[in-house]
């Protein structure tokens, strides 16, 4: 190549082409997290996530619950009351236990932002006793089995 402006303009197409070879569209590439990006090509470190806890029992629990009086149990979750699940009535078997949001329970949700996982404190409560646990929590559903 004698001439120069040809060599410059070879120059610049190789750089530009350079360039917009490496711009990688940034953006969250968690498919578990709330504001997944899925034409993201590089994550850019702001994945957030939203937690979900559904509580069920089987019917055993139901039965004991019955027995002793109980049709239904206070739940707390880091020490705020959740509501009262009727636990007389229904129970779910292993094979069928319920998604979250589903009719019938109470599915905790909880904003962990940038983690993708937490620790949370359960407690319910059957007249005097109160049962208590920690437990993970993550970005997807998941399920807690009361026992007595």
């Known amino acids: 190549m004698k001439n120069p402006s040809l060599k410059n303009h070879v120059f610049i197409l190789f750089f530009c082409i350079l360039a917009l070879a490496s711009c990688a569209k940034k953006g969250c590439t968690d498919p578990d997290s709330i504001n997944y990006d899925p034409t993201a090509k590089k994550d850019d470190g702001n ?3 939203v937690g979900k806890l559904i509580f069920w029992w089987q019917k055993p629990f139901a039965d004991s619950c019955m027995k002793h009086g109980y049709s239904y149990t206070d739940l707390y979750v880091n020490s705020f009351s959740q509501g009262k699940l009727a636990v007389g009535l229904q129970y779910w078997t292993p094979d069928q236990k319920p998604n979250c949001d589903e009719h019938g329970t109470i599915t905790y949700k909880i904003d962990m ?3 993708k996982s937490k620790q949370i404190f359960i407690q ?7 049962f208590s646990n920690y437990y993970p929590i993550t970005a ?3 399920q807690y089995k009361l026992t007595w």
């Open 140 to 142: 997807k559903c998941k």
């Open 47 to 49: 994945c957030a996530y």
């Open 124 to 130: 319910y409560k059957l007249g005097a006793t109160t």
């Open 113 to 115: 932002g940038k983690e």
